[in-house]
């Protein structure tokens, strides 16, 4: 079933964007036209930091086998009887920085087998991405936008939920209902420390996620679930689970060429789902 339009905003004005034939308009003439792929490009040039922001082509598509063949689905599953629980028809939700839709389609796929309807909106920064996900899914929005300015109106959202993204918590708690829900899936100490031990000649201390922003912005930590398990993976996993991180640019030429070596590897995934509420008393010091 296709999700409902939600009510967006213009990314310039901040006026309510109006559907045309295959575009959207605001009054003041600002207009965006459908991608043949059925999604809205919501993201200005003077709001963007480089030609193509976001994750290329290549992370894009390694991404989107890995995950496709089920590797994290755990975390899907524990993400979508989190959201689900809480959530009847015709809640709004946002994937907020949504890659190319694999937890927001996980997400679609099992409320429609418990008759939920959705109103579902997931956007991102890279158009690559983007163009992936409204292939793979015509049931929900997908947008090219950023988290900075998410183009809803205020007080819109029954839940929104980040994956491994970047939160903008004031941003969040202007779009969110009160007691809205706010989920965060962050990495723990020990993921991918195998991985990361062939990559670096040290590897970093942990530091968790600092959630005191997100206090300051008027939301309170309900619950934290930790989500671990190995994965024993083949050369070619391990190039694409590679290829969907910063490891690929980040770690040196001797880190890489020792992962080429591997055979297979046991990977531990370790996660974190954070899952706060926002205050029905608007915070003050929100300084983000």
């Known amino acids: 079933m296709l999700s409902p339009m939600p009510d967006l905003i213009c990314p310039i004005d901040k006026l309510p964007l109006f559907p045309q034939e ?8 600002h207009s965006f036209d459908r991608a043949k792929q059925g999604y809205f490009n919501l993201l200005p040039v003077q709001h963007k930091r480089s030609k193509a922001p976001g994750d290329n082509k290549e992370m894009v598509n390694a991404r989107r086998t890995f995950l496709n063949n089920g ?6 599953q524990t993400l979508n009887q989190t959201i689900l629980a809480k959530h009847l028809n015709h809640s709004n939700i946002l994937d907020a920085g ?5 937890y927001l389609n996980q997400l679609l796929t099992q409320a429609q087998q418990q008759n939920i309807n959705l109103q579902a909106c997931g956007l ?52 969110l209902k009160n ?4 989920l965060l899936l962050e990495v723990g100490e020990h993921h991918q420390i195998e991985l990361r031990q062939h990559l670096y000649p040290s590897v970093k201390a942990y530091s968790a996620i600092d959630l005191q922003p997100a206090f300051d912005c008027g939301f309170t930590l309900n619950d934290q679930q930790n989500i671990r398990f190995e994965l024993t993976l083949k050369q070619a996993e391990l ?29 531990t995934i370790d996660v974190i789902l954070y899952q706060l509420t926002l205050s029905d008393t608007p915070a003050t010091t929100c300084n983000q």
Not at 22 to 29: A, M, P
Not at 98 to 102: I, S
Not at 242 to 260: C, D, F, I
């Open 71 to 76: 590797y994290y689905q755990a975390i899907s």
């Open 22 to 29: 295959h575009c959207l308009k605001c009054e003041q003439g």
């Open 239 to 267: 190039q694409q689970l590679l290829a969907m991180t910063p490891h690929l640019y980040r770690a040196p030429k001797q880190g890489l060429e020792n992962v080429q070596q591997l055979e297979s590897l046991t990977v």
């Open 124 to 175: 991102d920064i890279s158009k690559f991405a983007i163009q992936a996900a409204a292939k793979s899914n015509k049931t929900a929005t997908w947008l090219v936008a950023s988290n900075k300015q998410l183009p809803f109106p205020e007080h819109y959202f029954d839940t929104i939920f980040c994956a491994f993204g970047f939160p903008v918590y004031q941003e969040f708690a202007n779009k």
């Open 98 to 102: 949504c890659g190319e839709g694999y």
């Open 179 to 182: 007691n809205g829900q706010l």
